[in-house]
């Protein structure tokens, strides 16, 4: 019997893009059966910390505490290379206006959440789900929100205005791209199988960014109303040849990041970021 091993990731247009070929079957392995998960990054987070899945998703931010379970893997990366998650109110305002306000985050663990604390880490943040962020700044039940996904490039056209893109602050303060969320593997799983698994799941990518429409037709079905226009937008954001390869330059953002983290208070312990083969 072919051994289950179970992906999981977000249920969003780049990560479909991303295993349209694992999971339509344009490359597997017989002696593997692939089992897809997609549940939202702070419930991947969340389980990555019993370690319930032996591949998944989860957010760099997250990995800082599961650092000794699961390896990364050197290819499915989201960066945002001078974008990323962005801070949207209802009215214009200046970033200073956001002090004393209440910050709707997609999540604690999330990148996106310990970037805005290493922008401004006196904000109050107020956790709710993130695709009813911009539902609570509409219902003013938060001043501003945290978007994350496909709300950055659907904000304007949902009357949001842009406080503040993270990804752009990043770039300027470190000149790396900010790493938001990254594939990782469970390391009890040994070196061979992890190798077969990596090879595999950077080949389902691989297939994708060589057969861009057809992978697209797939993620549209994840693309939340997004017309595809759009959606092609954002799966080329978050899905490209850093997300092939880190490279040095990715490598170099995932460490300093957690060393900043670290340096801030915001993570307990120094984290030293370990690739599998």
């Known amino acids: 019997m072919p051994r289950r091993i179970t992906v999981a990731h977000s249920p969003d247009s780049d990560d479909a893009f991303m295993f349209f070929a694992l999971a339509q079957g344009k490359v597997g392995d017989p002696d593997l059966e692939f089992v897809h998960v997609l549940e939202d990054i702070q419930s991947l987070n969340q389980r990555a910390l ?84 911009m539902d609570a700044v509409i219902a003013r039940t938060v001043d501003a929100g945290l978007i994350i996904h496909e709300g950055q490039v659907t904000y304007r056209s949902l009357g949001f205005h842009k406080v503040v893109d993270l990804g752009e602050w990043w770039l300027r303060e470190t000149g790396l791209p900010l790493p938001l969320g990254g594939n990782v593997i469970r390391k009890d799983l040994g070196p061979d199988l992890m190798r077969r698994l990596s090879h595999l799941l950077r080949e389902s990518i691989r297939y994708a960014l060589a057969h861009r429409e057809e992978a697209l037709d797939y993620a549209m079905q994840f693309a939340r109303n997004m017309e595809r226009r759009l959606a092609d937008r954002f799966v080329g954001m978050y899905v490209n040849d850093l997300t092939l390869d880190y490279g040095e330059r990715g490598r170099a953002a995932v460490r300093r990041l957690l060393a900043m983290g670290h340096e801030r208070g915001l993570i307990p312990h120094r984290v030293e970021p370990e690739f599998a083969d």
């Open 50 to 133: 019993r370690g319930e899945y032996e591949v998944t998703a989860v957010s760099f931010h997250a990995y800082a505490y599961i650092a000794d379970r699961y390896a990364l893997l050197p290819h499915g990366a989201s960066m945002g290379d001078g974008y990323g998650p962005m801070v949207v109110s209802r009215e214009a305002c200046h970033p200073e206006d956001l002090r004393g306000k209440r910050i709707a985050v997609p999540g604690t663990l999330t990148t996106a959440a310990l970037a805005l604390r290493l922008w401004d880490p006196d904000l109050q943040h107020v956790v709710i789900p993130f695709d009813q962020i």
